[in-house]
């Protein structure tokens, strides 16, 4: 009996490399550090009416009197009282809130100092505080980024959601589990800023793709073969159709120069004399870039052999 594709199979939740519904105490942690950091450079007085202005709004947005209660007639600094309901919140939309408010006050500091004529005691920029709490999202495998004055959800954007997420459900059968494995292995060093391995286990992966797509077609290969020489295998066996090699003149130039190069050039061979540095943006588009790449590839062996 034939299993049906179903509307349940073919819409059931993707698998994702980010997680969305709880910031661990940790992270918490992380990103008061960073608040903290930042606010130690304005003055007291100026500082404790921003976070009066911040526990307003909370408590105004939130339905609160207070967030949290004078106990015996103790006066707690409203910095005290977010930090402590950010603590204790679990509701993930309740937080989140806590850190968009607490960052648009951040990221409007600079306005507001030439306002009411202060300076700031140091040098850490709202864009660092920004930066610094995104790569902290990141970091923990937190699918949120605050970006132009709110939080977003990362797979709302369309590279994450049509790429990234795309890949996982690509390679989530058994048939492709190790490429599956170094794809997540690669996402995981790009979170850390393991930029190198990052580059590494992209190629891993698209390699490791190309050999299960020869053996499922039973096409020659050896499992020493090279990026290069797997694609001569891949377009030989036509895996790529014809008209579409004509259409696109670049395209085995693009696949060829592509992840390979890009990874022998910036992690796949010795450093020399000089340290290489390996920008965070250039992770970024190899992730990317592999991630295209096999979604295609996959696409096109789906086409010669489709599942019984």
């Not at 100092?113 to 923990?140: C, M, T, W």
């Amino acid at each position: 009996m034939t299993i049906q594709d179903l509307y349940s199979q073919r819409n059931k939740k993707h698998q994702d490399v980010l997680s969305y519904d709880k910031l661990t105490e940790k992270l918490k942690i992380q990103i008061e550090h960073i608040w903290n950091n930042f606010f130690m450079q304005v003055g007291n007085d100026i500082k404790e009416e921003i976070w009066k202005s911040i526990h307003s709004t909370l408590c105004e947005a939130h339905g609160k009197k207070t967030l949290l209660s004078d106990s015996f007639g103790t006066k707690y600094y409203f910095s005290y009282k977010v930090e402590h309901y950010f603590d204790e919140i679990t509701n993930i939309d309740e937080t989140l809130d806590v850190i968009e408010i607490v960052f648009r006050c951040i990221n409007k500091i600079p306005k507001l100092s030439r306002q009411v004529h202060f300076k700031l005691d140091g040098n850490y920029k709202p864009e660092q505080a920004i930066k610094d709490l995104n790569a902290r999202f990141l970091e923990n495998g937190i699918g949120y980024e605050f970006h132009d004055r709110n939080i977003i959800r990362v797979d709302n954007t369309v590279l994450h959601k049509e790429i990234i997420i795309e890949t996982l459900q690509f390679l989530s059968t058994q048939t492709f589990k190790n490429a599956n494995d170094e794809f997540l292995s690669a996402h995981e060093h790009f979170r850390h800023k393991r930029q190198k391995e990052c580059l590494t286990d992209c190629l891993k992966a698209l390699e490791t793709t190309m050999k299960i797509i020869c053996k499922e077609n039973g096409w020659d290969f050896n499992k020493s073969d090279t990026a290069k020489q797997l694609i001569d295998t891949c377009i030989k066996n036509k895996l790529i159709p014809d008209f579409l090699l004509s259409h696109f003149n670049s395209l085995r130039t693009l696949i060829e120069s592509g992840v390979p190069t890009i990874r022998n050039k910036l992690s796949g061979h010795g450093q020399g004399t000089s340290k290489i540095i390996v920008p965070d943006h250039f992770a970024s588009y190899m992730l990317y870039l592999t991630g295209t790449t096999i979604n295609f590839l996959v696409s096109c062996h789906k086409e010669i052999k489709p599942p019984k």
